[in-house]
């Protein structure tokens, strides 16, 4: 069936959906710009980032949408256009990347801590591809993992934007990566990387295959997004001193049970929520996105790979990430 293009108002607009569950009622409604607070930039969006929290908030399935109301937050690269007082480290017409509040708009207020330059050499829609996912790569196994030359790791659902970018941040320290992912062709894709061992992330059979390949050793760090049986299958082939990762939010919000006979190995369990680090840390987490981006100057990372479609086209966007086929990141461009 061939998506009805949405009618794409003059600027400013922004995303809404005045019945989540129906992607259908994705509509783009005429708003106003607001000049900048002190500390924050006006930025024009050019493309954005679909992250899945996204789908889930459309869908009316976001285990946590205390606001009450449905907000399309996430990745955005664009311009800088206006700001607001006390700001001396950006210029009108200085291109940026970051995360914002309300990024699903044509013009987006935000906070400086959450905005970094755009690498020259990379388009907006290539860099678009990188905040949200190299953040929580990097603070996942850098910061909390640790993950270090030699290291086992084992990266569940790799072919999205997270796994992709843990592919890369697990190759520059030079880690030995174990991954799975949910089909052949995104096996294949992974393999092409020139990743060993890869297995399949809709059976828990890839706990028998790990300790196998490890000779009962198991691997150092696991960076997981699979929920319910999966979390305690991953967890029995952590090695001792291990660290488990855990950036999924379905069995956190669903308070599920776990149990603390495998943790008498030294194991350490993260829960990480990315959006809950910049607000309550905006200092350290523009120090993390100055790194990674010195990363990107320095070419050790690349951007994903991503699929691009236009604004008129975001229900499309929507359905597409829904159905999981996708490699590395979706993106919605505002300029085509």
């Not at 790799?158 to 992709?164: D, H, K, M, N, Q």
């Not at 952590?238 to 855990?246: N, P, Q, T």
């Amino acid at each position: 069936m061939v998506e009805k293009p949405l009618f794409v108002p003059v600027p400013p607009f922004y995303l809404e959906i005045s019945i989540p569950g129906i992607l259908d009622e994705l509509t783009l409604q005429p708003t106003t710009r607001q000049p900048p607070a002190c500390g924050e930039v006006e930025i024009q969006v050019c493309a954005v980032g679909l992250n899945f929290k996204e789908v889930m908030k459309a869908l009316g399935i976001y285990p946590d949408n205390s606001e009450g109301y449905v907000t399309f937050s996430g990745d955005f690269a664009g311009k800088i256009v206006a700001l607001g007082e006390d700001v001396e480290e950006f210029e009108i017409g200085d291109e940026v990347i970051g995360i914002a509040a309300n990024s699903f708009s044509s013009f987006a207020i935000v906070p400086i801590h959450c905005v970094v330059p755009k690498p020259a050499n990379l388009s907006f829609e290539e860099a678009v591809t990188i905040p949200c996912t190299f953040l929580t790569a990097y603070y996942a196994l850098h910061h909390l993992g640790r993950l270090s030359k030699g290291d086992r790791v084992l990266i569940h659902a790799a072919t999205g934007g997270v796994g992709l970018a843990a592919v890369q941040l697990s190759q520059m320290v030079g880690a030995e990566i174990f991954a799975t992912a949910g089909n052949p062709q995104k096996r294949e894709f992974l393999s092409s990387l020139g990743i060993k061992y890869v297995m399949d992330s809709r059976s828990v059979a890839f706990a028998d295959e790990v300790m196998e390949l490890t000779d009962g050793k198991g691997v150092d760090v696991i960076l997981n997004c699979l929920a319910r049986e999966f979390i305690p299958k991953s967890l029995s082939v952590l090695a001792k001193f291990g660290r488990f990762l855990e950036i999924g939010k379905r069995d956190i919000y669903e308070n599920s049970q776990l149990g603390l006979y495998p943790f008498r190995n030294n194991l350490s369990f993260f829960a990480i929520n990315l959006s809950q680090v910049w607000l309550e840390r905006p200092h350290f987490t523009v120090s993390l996105f100055r790194e990674v981006m010195q990363c990107f100057e320095d070419g050790v990372f690349k951007p994903l790979p991503y699929k691009v479609f236009p604004i008129s086209e975001v229900v499309s966007a929507f359905r597409y990430m829904r159905k999981a086929k996708h490699i590395g990141k979706i993106v919605v461009s505002l300029t085509k």
